[in-house]
Structures are given as structure tokens and as C-alpha cells.
């Protein structure tokens, strides 16, 4: 009989080791952390020991995930609530700039704006913006977010883009939906190569591109 068929012997028929319990004792099997021979009980009990550090690490790790969460969640509402009180172009962005660059930390951040509200075209957020760019920022479905090279975004930060490594370009809709018009484009930036990589989390950006939208729509019409 060879290991494999002990092993199925012993899987099917769990009666055994009750029939002969004093075989947990007696059988003697490496320490698995280098110490002298165990019993199988003893053994079993390390590996139980080992299952539940395990557990524990994974339990704080996705404890941490939820508390910084709730942290970024309550920024994100506070710069909702800054932004309900905002009746001109010039105090959304100054708001969207205040919270952004502060609570978030992102040190660049612009907003361009097209097709909605002509009356404002004098205003910094109102340059004027390649049509390529325009058609990429109504082509994507979800924040882009990664390296800033080949990236036309870059341009809108002027002299400080030679500088940027990374960047989230968030699409600005009508009614904040996905298949609302596209009028214009959020766009966050770092020197830093991983702030914002491909692969990033995009629920709060998406939750912000909503209420910026939402909130510049309100004060340029």
C-alpha cells in the first residue's frame, strides 16, 4: 500500500484514528518549525494554531482597507457639502482645487469645460482644448487612470507637466451617468509614477467626477 492509497484509507474512513486514539500520541512527525518530533495532535493543533494567525493577519488587513475607506469616504462628503454651496464657476473650482489639493492631497488638479455655458468662455476653464482630448474624454467609461506619458491631459497643466508621472482623467457628464454627454474633463496629477496606476480602485473618483459635474453644470448654466 502506498502513500496515496494510506491517505484515501484514512480520508474514507474517519472511524479509525476513534478506534484507535492512542495512535494520535504515539505517532511522531516533524516539527514544522524545526524543533524535535511531534505527536500527530500536537501537530494538528500547530496547524490550527497557524490557520488562525493567518485569519487574524487577513482580518486586520481588510479592517485596515475599511478604515481608510471610511476616512476617504468622509472627505469625499465634505467636499460634496463644500460644493452645495457654491453658486459661480469661479468658487466650484476654487472649492474642487481646496479640497482636492488638501484633504486629498493630489498638488495638481485642472478642469476644462466645453459646450455648456458660453457665457463664461473668458474663464481659465474654459481654454480651449483639443478635439482629440474632448474625444477620448467622452470615449472612456470609467476614470482613466495611469502613467501620464503620451497623454494629451498632460498638456493642460503647461510648464508643471514635464514634471508629472501619473495621472486620473475623469470624464464630466450630464446628469452623472455613463451614457449622459460628455462636457468636460476633471483631471488630477502627481509627480509620483504609482499615485495613480491602472489597476487603482476608481469608486471614490467616480463618486467625485459625479458631484463636480453635477455642481458646474448647476453654476454655468
Not at 481659465?124 to 482613466?144: C, M, N, Q, W
Request: overall charge negative.
Amino acid at each position: 500500500m502506498n502513500a496515496e492509497e494510506i491517505a484515501l484509507y484514512l480520508k474514507t474512513h474517519p472511524e479509525f484514528f476513534e478506534q484507535h486514539a492512542d495512535l494520535l500520541t504515539q505517532i511522531r512527525i516533524p516539527d514544522p518549525h524545526g524543533g524535535a518530533a511531534v505527536s500527530l495532535a500536537e501537530r494538528q493543533m500547530t496547524v490550527l494554531r497557524d490557520k488562525a494567525r493567518a485569519l487574524e493577519s487577513k482580518l486586520a488587513e481588510l479592517i485596515g482597507y475599511g478604515e481608510e475607506n471610511d476616512i476617504i469616504a468622509e472627505k469625499v462628503h465634505r467636499l460634496g457639502v463644500a460644493l452645495l454651496g457654491v453658486d459661480d464657476l469661479a468658487e466650484a473650482v476654487r472649492v474642487l482645487n481646496t479640497h482636492l489639493s488638501g484633504s486629498f492631497a493630489v498638488p495638481h488638479v485642472a478642469v476644462r469645460i466645453w459646450g455648456v455655458g458660453g457665457s463664461q468662455d473668458d474663464a481659465p476653464e474654459y481654454s480651449p482644448v483639443p478635439d482629440t482630448l474632448k474625444a477620448f474624454a467622452g470615449s472612456i467609461h470609467r476614470p482613466y487612470c495611469g502613467g501620464a506619458s503620451g497623454q494629451e491631459a498632460v498638456a493642460l497643466f503647461g510648464e508643471q507637466g514635464g514634471h508629472i508621472r501619473s495621472l486620473a482623467q475623469i470624464p464630466l457628464r450630464e446628469d452623472g451617468v455613463e451614457g449622459g454627454a460628455c462636457f468636460g474633463l476633471l483631471v488630477l496629477a502627481s509627480e509620483e509614477v504609482e499615485r495613480f496606476y491602472p489597476d487603482m480602485g476608481v469608486m471614490f473618483l467616480n463618486r467625485i467626477g459625479d458631484m463636480a459635474a453635477s455642481t458646474l453644470l448647476r453654476v454655468v448654466h
